[in-house]
């Protein structure tokens, strides 16, 4: 139900879930059968995160065509979120590939822990750029800078961006922010300036990391449609209906959300008061 309610307020790309080991993540182990499930538009495209050829493999046997792959900047996380170094992750890469290019499947990448990482702190450019350039080499054209806990500032991510889009101009770029800090959204905006204009979100702000202390759930896809409305930045998406959504992904949880649009209202509520 609410993915349907997602694709029905325009949103044209939708990440359904996460195909990794039930064991290490017991609440993503029946995204098999969540994706089995959805009732398919051909205007909007589906996709999982996968970690290995394992989550591939099952991506493929629910019938997606889309996946994308994480790699961490951070030795630290990597080991405790897929088991292996940066430099072993990168190496299964090749023979991914090879089977998403076989069984005619769109690889997507993303690198997490891109601009820090709370065992290792800060995480300059250039431990990046060669992670950037495995995953061009082996084909993929969409890569996302993914701030994992939150540890991003504007700053950084301005210049990251800008760099990155200056010495890959053929890959289309999409940057994955928390708001843990409140940062957030100040970093989307630096990002739009650099010239990206792709940005993860989860309705009502959930999500995290279960192998990154302190983290805490995505910019709320409601707050960030609500920003670029603000601003005159058109989305195609219908505002209204995605805040039903993230109403109703709270109806669901039970407790309050990280959104601010689900607490405030829109801009647009108040002057309608009387």
């Known amino acids: 139900m609410l993915i349907e309610m997602v694709q029905d307020s325009g949103i044209k790309l939708i990440e359904v879930g996460s195909f990794v080991s039930p064991k290490a993540v017991p609440k993503l182990a029946e995204t098999d059968e969540v994706v089995k499930r959805i009732k398919r538009r051909d205007d909007v495209e589906y996709r999982a995160l996968i970690m290995n050829m394992k989550g591939l493999v099952r991506a493929y046997e629910c019938g997606l065509k889309r996946a994308k792959l994480t790699v961490s900047a951070s030795e630290s996380h990597s080991l405790k979120n897929a088991n292996a170094t940066p ?7 090749n023979e991914i590939m090879e089977y998403a290019v076989s069984k005619d499947i769109t690889l997507s990448g993303a690198i997490a822990t891109s601009f820090g990482c709370p065992f290792e702190g800060r995480i300059e450019l250039e431990k990046i750029i060669p992670i950037i350039e495995a995953y061009v080499k082996m084909g993929v054209k969409e890569l ?9 500032n504007p700053r950084q991510v301005y210049d990251y961006c800008r760099i990155a889009r200056e010495r890959f101009p053929q890959v289309e770029w999409n940057l994955h922010f928390h708001n843990t800090r409140g940062l957030g959204f100040a970093n989307v905006l630096a990002g739009m300036q650099a ?18 202390p302190g983290a805490t759930g995505n910019i709320a896809t409601e707050d960030i449609l609500h920003m670029c409305e603000e601003m005159g930045v058109e989305t195609g998406v219908d505002i209204d209906k995605a805040i039903l959504t993230a109403k109703k992904v709270k109806e669901y949880i039970g407790h309050e959300t990280g959104s601010f649009i689900l607490k ?9 008061v009387v």
């Open 264 to 272: 405030a209202g829109k801009n647009s509520d108040l002057c309608n």
């Open 144 to 152: 996302s800078l993914s701030d994992t806990t939150g540890m991003a």
């Open 195 to 212: 010239g990206v204009c792709r940005f993860d979100a989860s309705f009502a702000g959930l999500g995290g990391c279960p192998f990154a």
């Open 87 to 93: 430099l072993e992750a990168m190496r299964r890469l």
